[in-house]
C-alpha cells in the first residue's frame, strides 16, 4: 500500500540550478498539495489542485510551479533556485472531506 | 480569519502518565479537524479525523474530541510511552474553503522513560 510517494529523498542543488519534485499517490484522491516546513517551523502551503487540470497557488507560490496533467501525479517545479528555498517539501493528498496523506518528504539544499 | 492555536508549545511528563493536548480556533464554522503527528526529521503521521458533525473519535490508546461551539478539540493519550514522543499538530479544514488546512504549531511531546 505506497499512499503518497515523494522522489528524491535529498537533493542538494546549487543557486540557479532548476529541479522537478516528484509526487504521486494511489488512493484516486483528488485534492493534492505541496507544503514546504523550514526548520523548527510549521507548514506553509505552496500549491495546491482540486483535480486533474486544476491548480491553484498556496501562501508561498512564488518561485515555484506545479502541473496536474494526471490524477496520480503532481509534481513541483523549481526554476532558477535559491537558498531560500532550502528546505523540506511534503506532498499530500486527501479524498473529499477525508483526511490528508503525507509523504515522506524531499530534503532540499540550496548552496 | 480562522486561527489555530496549540498550548503548550511543549510538555514532558514520566511514562505511564494519561495526558491531554490542546487544541483552539477561533471560527467554529470549519468541515473537520485532523490530528497529526511528526516525528523529528520525518513526515506526518495522520491519528484521528473528526468531522464537524461527530464529538469523537477514538484509536487505540488515543481519543480526541471536538467542541464546535467553544472552538476546542482535546487529544487524549492514555498510558504514554517513550514512543509516542513527537510534535502534534492539530489542523481544521475551514468551511469558506474546502481546499486548505489551517495548521496550529504543534505541542512537542517528551515522555522520559
Known amino acids: 500500500n505506497a499512499g503518497v510517494t515523494q522522489t528524491p529523498k535529498f537533493r542538494i542543488l546549487k543557486i540557479g540550478q532548476s529541479m522537478t519534485l516528484q509526487c504521486t499517490q494511489d488512493m484516486n484522491h483528488n485534492y493534492m498539495y505541496w507544503y514546504r516546513q523550514d526548520p523548527g517551523m510549521g507548514l506553509k502551503l505552496i500549491y495546491y489542485s482540486v483535480g486533474a487540470g486544476i491548480t491553484d497557488k498556496g501562501e508561498v507560490p512564488n518561485g515555484y510551479n506545479v502541473s496536474r496533467s494526471t490524477t496520480e501525479d503532481f509534481p513541483l517545479r523549481l526554476e532558477l533556485a535559491a537558498p531560500s528555498q532550502t528546505s523540506v517539501y511534503f506532498c499530500?493528498?486527501?479524498?473529499?472531506?477525508?483526511?490528508?496523506?503525507f509523504g515522506p518528504g524531499t530534503r532540499l539544499t540550496v548552496t | 480569519k480562522q486561527e489555530v492555536t496549540q498550548i503548550p508549545a511543549a510538555l514532558s511528563v514520566p511514562e505511564g502518565e494519561n495526558l491531554v493536548l490542546n487544541c483552539s480556533f477561533t471560527d467554529s464554522a470549519i468541515y473537520n479537524l485532523q490530528w497529526f503527528r511528526q516525528d523529528p526529521g520525518k513526515g506526518l503521521t495522520s491519528l484521528l479525523l473528526?468531522?464537524?458533525s461527530q464529538r469523537e473519535q477514538t484509536s487505540g490508546r488515543l481519543n480526541a474530541s471536538l467542541d464546535k461551539s467553544s472552538g476546542r478539540s482535546t487529544l487524549y493519550i492514555a498510558a504514554s510511552q517513550p514512543g509516542d514522543s513527537a510534535t502534534y499538530l492539530c489542523a481544521v479544514r475551514r468551511m469558506d474553503s474546502n481546499y486548505q488546512l489551517i495548521w496550529g504549531a504543534g505541542t512537542k511531546l517528551i515522555i522520559k522513560p
Open positions: 473528526i468531522q464537524s
Open positions: 499530500a493528498s486527501r479524498a473529499s472531506m477525508g483526511e490528508q496523506y
